[in-house]
């Protein structure tokens, strides 16, 4: 393909999963966009394919268009609430609490603490990162496909973090298991409304769970990891009212950014839901996905990675960046239930 060619890929109106298909594959994709990112006034399209994530991006998006035409997806379930405020996206420190507050909702989170055998008590830190998230998402889904509150889990770390569509290794599985035992531990207040008037739902999310200790190879200490647990009846009500339709494959591909997987809740719930276009701007994005970063040129600087991301793993998603912000378009959901 000419470099002429590759440039006119990024016309007016071009989309990702567009220009992965006219250009045949991901590295071609990130080729023309390289190209195309060096002409004055390149797209957001453009300099963010060819940036250092461009080549998660095409993958990600390559990803999604198989599964369209393979049906390969998997469905899952996540609360319409943390699709309006999430989780941190880096870790705390232990006993900290995270409090959130978007246009839309509240969020406050207070970890739980670890009873040892010899009755002392160990602060845990409040679930973070791609790991609680993807965590989540995979016991909201079990427990409403059960059409129960109690999930069973796997009897290995290394299972669990093969159930999460993870590689193996490293310092994966405990990781993972930290993860899943701050979830089984912590309590949440989400709050919806006005300071005038509101909803504030406070709850547990795990009623009660059964662990083993498992020891970690990588470190050599003794971890827990949580193989059956049961929800909380207020949270697996409100999470049988209040379920957002996922495809659990996509956000395994986002497993790299936090913020890609809070992107991708986020559209998975808007976009089906609203009637007319809707334009989200810059500020009230930053409330939403950038509480840790400060000023509101670096945020707009670093959405971009994670928007397109996000994009990637949902090819019906009908979204505009511009100069103000986001253009939202009503969309089918991102997979049929």
């Keep these: 393909m000419k470099a002429q060619e590759q440039t006119d890929l990024f016309g007016s109106g071009a989309t990702l999963h567009g220009v992965l298909g006219v250009a045949g594959g991901p590295s071609e994709a990130v080729k023309a966009a390289t190209i195309a990112a060096m002409a004055p006034g390149s797209s957001s ?9 461009g080549r998660i991006i095409a993958d990600t998006a390559a990803a999604a268009l198989q599964r369209d035409i393979e049906g390969g997806g998997l469905t899952g379930y996540s609360y319409s609430a943390w699709c309006l405020a999430g989780l941190p996206h880096r870790e705390l420190p232990a006993g900290d609490a995270w409090l959130i507050e978007s246009d839309y909702a509240r969020l406050l989170v ?12 160990v602060a845990l830190a409040v679930p973070s990162g791609s790991f609680a998230r993807l965590l989540l998402v995979e016991l909201q889904s079990a427990s409403l496909e059960k059409g129960s509150r109690e999930v069973e889990l796997e009897s290995s770390a290394s299972a669990l973090v093969a159930r999460l569509g993870l590689a193996r290794g490293g310092p994966t599985n405990g990781k993972v298991a930290a993860q899943l035992e701050r979830i089984a531990t912590c309590s949440m207040d989400f709050s919806f409304g006005t300071d005038k008037r509101g909803v504030v739902v406070n709850q547990r999310l795990v009623d009660a769970y059964e662990y083993v200790a498992e020891p970690d190879k990588r470190t050599r200490a003794s971890m827990r990891l949580v193989r059956r647990l049961a929800l909380s009846e207020p949270f697996y009500q409100e999470l049988r009212r209040h379920p957002v339709l996922v495809d659990k494959r996509a956000i395994q591909d986002l497993a790299s950014s ?9 559209l998975a719930y808007r976009l089906h839901a609203i009637e007319e276009d809707v334009e989200i701007g810059w500020v009230r994005l930053k409330g939403q996905f950038g509480s840790g970063v400060h000023l509101l040129k670096n945020f707009k600087t670093q959405i971009h990675a994670p928007l397109y991301q996000a994009l990637a793993a949902y090819p019906g998603a009908k979204v505009t960046v511009t100069d103000r912000g986001l253009l939202l378009r009503r969309s089918a959901p991102p997979i049929s239930a």
């Design 45 to 53: 399209l453009e300099r963010t394919l060819a940036g250092r994530t």
């Design 110 to 121: 207070r970890p739980g603490i670890r009873l040892m055998e010899d009755g002392s008590q």
């Design 258 to 266: 936090p913020m890609a997987i809070d992107i991708y809740l986020w």
